[in-house]
Structures are given as structure tokens and as C-alpha cells.
T-cell receptor, first 114, second 114 residues
Framework: GAVVSQHPSWVICKSGTSVKIECRSL??????MFWYRQFPKQSLMLMAT?????????EQGVEKDKFLINHASLTLSTLTVTSAHPEDSSFYIC??????????FGPGTRLTVT | GNSVTQMEGPVTLSEEAFLTINCTYT??????LFWYVQYPGEGLQLLLK?????DKGSNKGFEATYRKETTSFHLEKGSVQVSDSAVYFC?????????????FGQGTTLQVKP
């Protein structure tokens, strides 16, 4: 139980284009979803917290106009990287939680911007 | 807010060796503590957790005991296998109310050689 999927698992896009990453909770309702970014050999950096039906809360230093997060339902959240640039290349991981503190993580999406 | 510190890696061991990865924390109260594992190219998986002081979390031969006296949650395994090679993260809630946010340690890379 408590499975989170992400799609796509990897994506290559050209500089200046936008790319959308989906995060789905397959067997539970995620009242809160989190988006993280991970650079090689580093820890996870929380980008934003999204609650179903409300605007996402972004961490300090994260550009909300560049990283658009939508949490339209209890099982789906999307992260859109707008006007992507090579420095946006990274591993993006989402997680979902129902209540309490335990989070269930997706497998991650590898974004490469050329 | 809460914080967590992990021993720096990488840790390189031979198969069947004993493993310890140190984790210490600072926190208000006695929050749940977690160990997550990340295999190459994948998202995070919950390895084990402890929800109160003196609890021992265990899974797949790994153990960690919630020690409030030393504010530690060290991860141990008696006999590691090559398949245990991964990055291990210690984590706890950020302490800022019921946000569900987790604070992660910097991660410790474990490499097990045959």
C-alpha cells in the first residue's frame, strides 16, 4: 500500500520549453503533497508543499512562477517547470501524506534540459 | 526548528561486515524519527521508523533505537549485503506544527563490496 507514481520517469527538453511532471498517489488520498529537488550526491531540498484545492506554499528561494504546482485532486499533483534552462536539470521527487508525519515517495523524475 | 546530522560518507564495507550510520538530532519534544533508503536512480523508501523514545524500529535486518538521552537514532545492521548499497537518510518532522514537512540529513552513501 501507499504507492506514489511519477510520470515521466525521465525527460529531456530543450532550453526555453516547459515540462510537466505528474505525481499520483495510487492507493491513498494525499491531502498534502511535497515536491523536492535533489542534486547529484546531495540531500533532498524541499521546494513546495501543496494541499489539495489550495495554492502551493513555496520554500524560500524557490521561484513560484517558474515552478508551477497544481494539486487539483487528492490523488494528483503536477509540477510544471516553465521556460526550463540547463540549471533546472535535476532529479525531482514528490511525496504524499495522508495525516501524521509519514511521507510516501515517488520514484523520481530525471529532468535534463539541453 | 528541528535539525538532524548524519555521519558523512561514503561508507565502504565488505559483505557481511557490521554497519553503523550515526544520526543525531535536535528537536522540541519527542517527534517520530525515520530512516529512508534511496537506491541508485530511484526515489526514497521508508526503511524504518520509531514513534517514541526507546522504541526500536527494524526492517530487512536494519535496526535503529530512539535514544532521547543521547538524541540519537543510529542505523545498524549486523551483516550487510551488496544489495544494501544505497544512500541512507535520517529524517524527522521540521517541528513547525502539523505541516507534515520532514527535515533530512545530508545522506550517507553505503557501498558494500563482495
Amino acid at each position: 500500500g501507499a504507492v506514489v507514481s511519477q510520470h515521466p520517469s525521465w525527460v529531456i527538453c530543450k532550453s526555453g520549453t516547459s515540462v510537466k511532471i505528474e505525481c499520483r498517489s495510487l492507493d491513498f488520498q494525499a491531502t498534502t503533497m511535497f515536491w523536492y529537488r535533489q542534486f547529484p550526491k546531495q540531500s533532498l531540498m524541499l521546494m513546495a508543499t501543496s494541499n489539495e484545492g489550495s495554492k502551493a506554499t513555496y520554500e524560500q528561494g524557490v521561484e513560484k512562477d517558474k515552478f508551477l504546482i497544481n494539486h487539483a485532486s487528492l490523488t494528483l499533483s503536477t509540477l510544471t517547470v516553465t521556460s526550463a534552462h540547463p540549471e533546472d536539470s535535476s532529479f525531482y521527487i514528490c511525496s504524499g501524506r495522508t495525516s501524521g508525519t509519514q511521507q510516501y515517495f515517488g520514484p523520481g523524475t530525471r529532468l535534463t534540459v539541453t | 526548528g528541528n535539525s538532524v546530522t548524519q555521519m558523512e560518507g561514503p561508507v565502504t564495507l565488505s559483505e557481511e561486515a557490521f554497519l553503523t550510520i550515526n544520526c543525531t538530532y535536535t528537536a522540541t519534544g519527542y517527534p517520530s524519527l525515520f530512516w529512508y533508503v534511496q537506491y541508485p536512480g530511484e526515489g526514497l523508501q521508508l526503511l524504518l521508523k520509531a514513534t517514541k523514545a526507546d522504541d526500536k524500529g527494524s526492517n530487512k535486518g536494519f535496526e535503529a533505537t530512539y535514544r532521547k538521552e543521547t538524541t540519537s537514532f543510529h542505523l545498524e545492521k549486523g551483516s550487510v549485503q551488496v544489495s544494501d548499497s544505497a544512500v541512507y537518510f535520517c529524517a524527522l518532522p521540521d517541528g513547525s506544527g502539523n505541516t507534515g514537512k520532514l527535515i533530512f540529513g545530508q545522506g550517507t552513501t553505503l557501498q558494500v563490496k563482495p
